[in-house]
């Protein structure tokens, strides 16, 4: 699900970074931000609205609204649009409002 190939812009990939979502092991890259790795994925739904239940998704990817809110390493309610991806990470989909753990 990524651009590879682009008639102008030219995409230098970083190196490989492993990472873990819901308990998955997942490939992002260098440069990608949780939401971009996940996306490349296919991973469509990051969350579900704590009182409709409505799927959320990748939606302003600046950070702004509240749509990609998921736990990265214990810590809730993680704008992953606009946190970079590191080696490593355990990403969980988030549960209502979000617990500390």
């Not at 809110?69 to 990470?89: A, D, H, I, Q, S």
């Amino acid at each position: 699900m990524r651009i590879d190939d682009h008639p102008i812009l030219d995409f230098k990939r970083g190196k490989e970074i492993k990472f873990t979502y819901d308990g998955r092991e997942m490939i992002g890259y260098e440069g990608d931000t949780i939401a971009s790795a996940l996306h490349a994925a296919g991973v469509r739904v990051l969350g579900h609205h704590f009182k409709t239940g409505r799927a959320r998704g990748f939606y302003c990817a600046i950070g702004n609204c509240s749509s990609c809110l998921m736990t990265v390493n214990g810590r809730p309610n993680v704008r992953v649009c606009v946190e970079e991806l590191k080696e490593g990470m355990v990403v969980e989909t988030q549960k209502g409002k979000g617990e500390l753990k």
